[in-house]
């Protein structure tokens, strides 16, 4: 489903990833942990093409993009939306469209993109909000919102595209720790029901339970991986270890 | 009472104005050099020095008060006002001796027959006299005689210029089909052009005077006798000859009798406003017209401007902000006079209304390009970032999440534009369209009640810009529906 290969990228002259591999199959939900400044926004920011990798190549869905230059022809752009709508991502700042209604921000990109009529974007608006538990919200706007309620609305609104892959970038950091649960029902729900995804977190409890591989990254690097089992109780590395203690102190 | 007005708007001034030119040992009089020969103009093999036959007719007048002269520079239609703010003594600059000027001020004896002149291009049917010209677009200096004169005669279309050069270069560009102007003028500046010609005689013969502040009865008494005896002496006659402005009617200058001249009486335009705002709305109508199209104009073009800069790739992007500089950069003033009389040198021959929304909707485009851009910049780059990542295209994502949140942000700069328009659009005069200012201008060179029409021009100003200004809050109040 998701095949990273040697992918590099620097921002000025630092280099931030250097050359990360990375292939996960159908269903999969890989959580991704690692210390700050790490490279972990960036690797998802290079899945779904808001940053353009300096050299590599990413497969989703079978659609392959290189690294190396941002795309210049009309097919290259393209090619770059089309694997942008294989992978829906989630911010830490949930970045709803603050003009819009909740259903509207749901229903936009469907409409705009994929040319969904306006009554069947609004259908599909309203479902997704069903499954995300706010239905009663549909008119709300987001500033009206609480931010557990914004991150669900978010997720809906990743969701509507119907993508293959789900990127989730530190989903709950943003989150009083009571909001927290709730953001979080909702992306168990989804790797239950056999999403591909890769979650960005510190939630180690999530990571523990729903996590078929926890990846440890570190300077830019796949530093160790594995079932959550083997990584929190039998961790190979000792950075990985005191980066565990360091979580588990917080 | 008059002395009491002037007095505190000029600069103190001794009992009479001849004792203080005395003491100073200069006198100052009040003249316009634009397009000024061959009355007063820079030389031109040397600019910096001013020549002309009112020039030397001051150095002459001087020479008699044992004094020097120094020219103050002033725009002509505004001369009578600066005399009475009392910028300089007196005036010396094609003033007509006519009964409105003696009841405004001190007319003295005087010192030229003019006459008027229809001026055509060469190739045009000849327009003899006033009555031919019934229709067609005539081109007369703002306040002068032949603005009178033209008015009095009626169904001409009438075009009011700032300046002769400018009448007649729309004359060679065929703005217009006459030009009606001071004899000498046209001798000067038509005569040589080998594409205009004078058609048909001179006619309305009238009388040149120096004009003083009415209370400056001695130094009226001395320019008299000083006029009477350079007349006398021949010294104005050989003055004239220098600059071919001489002819036979000049003799019916030593005829001259002053004839007695009517009491002054003052005009209340706020007494009689039924008279008078009919005017001024007619003027601010086409005021309104003006800046609603030219920022209907600037609006859009600002809008390509920012979407060029924001969307478009390098030749585009640096075209967009070129342009944004140099407007910015450069005075609106001379962009109205390039298209205006530097288009039609290219061929591109627009009418005065055509070229003051042009010049004003291009300019302002700049501005409004300025503030598209501000608010697209204070919008959070996540939004960008989310659209994109939903698979929206960088044109869809401006169109449907940023351009909408911009919008709101951008209502209060781009009013205060709107309503900055309105006012400067008066600007626009200089190209000879008579919006709201300039008919104020008109109306209070004729009746001299500056402050009852100022008043009734400030109010109508108001009336137009604060409805804009309320319906921009409003606007602004109806699209926050995202507050937190
Ligand atoms: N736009 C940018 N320009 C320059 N440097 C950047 C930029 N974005 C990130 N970086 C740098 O790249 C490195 C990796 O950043 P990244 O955001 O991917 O880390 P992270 O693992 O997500 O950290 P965190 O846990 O704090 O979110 C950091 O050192 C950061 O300073
Ligand atoms: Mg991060």
């Known amino acids: 489903m998701i095949v990273v290969e040697s992918l590099v990228k620097s921002y000025n002259q630092t280099r931030v990833l250097h050359g990360v591999d990375h292939a996960q199959s159908r269903g999969e939900t890989v959580v991704l942990i690692g210390p700050s400044g790490c490279g972990k926004s960036t690797f998802l920011r290079c899945l779904n093409q808001l940053e353009v990798a300096d050299a590599g190549r990413i497969t989703i869905g079978g659609i392959t993009v290189e690294g190396g ?43 705009q993109v994929k040319g969904v009529s306006p009554r069947d974007s609004e259908a599909l608006a309203r479902e997704l909000l069903a499954k995300v538990g706010l239905e009663d919200k549909a008119a709300a706007y987001p500033g009206q919102l609480s931010g557990g309620q914004q991150q669900r609305v978010a997720i809906a609104r990743a969701l509507a595209m119907k993508p293959e892959v789900m990127l989730f970038d530190e989903p709950t950091s943003a989150l009083d720790p009571e909001l927290r649960d709730e953001v979080l029902r909702v992306l168990r729900r989804l790797t239950e029901e056999g999403m591909t995804m890769i979650v960005v977190t510190h939630e180690m409890q999530f990571a523990r339970d729903m996590a078929d591989r926890v990846v440890f990254f570190d300077s830019g690097r796949v530093a160790e991986a594995g079932p959550p089992e083997q990584i929190f109780e039998h961790p190979q590395l000792e950075r990985t270890r005191e980066f565990l203690s360091k979580v588990a102190k917080r | 009472m008059l002395a009491g007005v002037t007095g505190v708007a000029g600069q103190t001034r001794a009992a009479d104005t001849l004792d203080a030119i005395q003491q100073r040992g200069e006198l100052r009089w009040g003249a316009d050099a634009e397009g000024g020969a061959p009355y007063v103009y820079p030389d031109p093999d040397k600019p910096e020095r001013m020549v002309g036959f009112e020039c030397e007719l001051a150095d002459a007048l001087a020479a008699k008060l044992g004094v020097k002269a120094r020219l103050v520079q002033n725009q002509w239609d505004q001369l009578v006002p600066a005399l009475q703010r009392g910028n300089f003594d007196f005036i010396l600059n094609g003033l ?22 229809i001026v055509t291009r060469r190739e045009a049917v000849s327009f003899a006299r006033l009555d031919d010209l019934k229709g ?135 007494r009689e406003w039924p008279k008078y705002l009919p005017l001024l709305l007619r003027g601010a109508i086409t005021t309104v017209e003006l800046s609603v199209l030219a920022m209907a104009l600037a609006v859009v073009t600002g809008l390509v401007l920012v979407l060029m800069r924001v969307l478009g790739f390098g030749p585009l992007r640096w075209l967009a902000r070129g342009y944004v500089e140099v407007i910015r950069g450069t005075p609106l003033l001379i962009q109205l006079f390039l ?80 309503i900055a328009m309105f006012k400067d659009s008066s600007i626009v005069s200089v190209i000879t369209m008579v919006e709201l200012t300039k008919v104020y201008g008109m109306l209070a060179m004729s009746t001299y009640d500056y402050i009852g029409l100022g008043l009734m021009t400030a109010a109508i100003y108001f009336a137009l810009s604060y ?4 319906f921009a809050h409003w606007l602004e109040r109806r699209l926050r529906h995202d507050r937190r």
């Open chain 1, 69 to 111: 230059r941002p795309p210049g022809t009309k097919e290259e752009r393209e090619l770059q939306r089309r694997l942008r709508m294989c992978a829906g991502m989630v911010f830490q700042s949930f970045n709803l469209f603050p003009h819009l209604t909740v259903v509207q921000n749901i229903a936009l990109a469907p409409a």
């Open chain 2, 96 to 117: 007509e001796l006519t009964p409105e000027n003696r009841q405004r001020i001190g007319m003295s004896r005087p010192y030229f027959v003019y006459a008027q002149q």
């Open chain 2, 136 to 270: 067609k677009p005539v081109g007369v200096l703002a306040s002068s005689v032949a603005q009178r004169i033209t008015e009095k005669a009626g169904g001409l279309d009438l075009r009011i210029y700032p300046g002769n050069v400018e009448s007649l270069r729309d004359l060679k560009a065929r703005r217009l089909d006459a030009v009606v102007l001071d004899l000498p003028i046209a001798l000067h500046y038509a005569k040589p052009d080998p594409t205009l010609t004078l058609s048909g005689p001179p006619f309305a013969p009238g009388f040149y005077g120096i004009g003083v502040r009415p209370e400056d009865k001695a130094l009226l008494a001395a320019l008299d006798k000083a006029i009477e005896e350079l007349v006398q002496d021949r010294t104005v006659e050989r003055i004239c000859r220098k600059y071919g402005v001489w002819d036979a009617t000049q003799d019916r200058l030593r005829e001259y009798r002053p004839d007695a001249v009517a009491a002054s009486q003052r005009i209340s335009t706020l």
């Open chain 2, 339 to 418: 298209i205006y009389y530097g288009l039609p040198e290219v061929g591109i021959r627009l009418n005065a209304f055509a070229a003051a929304v042009l010049g004003l909707g291009l300019n302002y485009a700049a501005s409004e390009a300025e503030n598209y851009r501000a608010g697209i910049e204070s919008i959070p780059r996540g939004q960008m970032e989310a659209s994109l990542a939903l698979g929206l295209s960088r044109w869809q994502a401006l169109r449907h999440v940023v351009l909408p949140q911009a919008l709101r942000l951008v209502i209060p700069p781009v009013t205060n534009d709107f």
């Open chain 2, 467 to 470: 409805p804009a200004s309320l």
